[in-house]
């Protein structure tokens, strides 16, 4: 699946809609972000289940801020509309692959069942 682009108009639609979104936090002047851009792509053709989306935080600097992106890349992965991770920095092809399968391992009761309700956090 190709990668697609997010932003505040359709942020919502797309972690609501699918089960698992992946989201690489990215901007053109990154080196690091231009570096693991291919390797983004690559790992999204693996999962044709699974969106695999990003987010220019130039352009789209209220969704970087609502998620205090302050480094990128940054990866974010949603299940169930629950971020079940978030890293900034590189990450190789291999763990990027083995991750993704971890997700799609998860008992999403266990985490619901788990999770601190924010008011409690």
Known sequence: MATI???KENFETTITGHEIV???????WCGPCKAFGPIFERVSEKFPNVVFAKVDTDREQELA???????IPTLMIFRESTILFMQP?????????????RVQQIDMDEVRKNRVPADQA
């Open 65 to 71: 801020g609502a998620f205090k992106i302050r480094s």
């Open 22 to 28: 992946v989201i690489d936090f990215w901007a053109d």
């Open 5 to 7: 682009a997010l932003n």
């Open 89 to 101: 920095g590189m990450v190789p092809e291999a763990a990027l692959t083995d991750l993704v399968e």
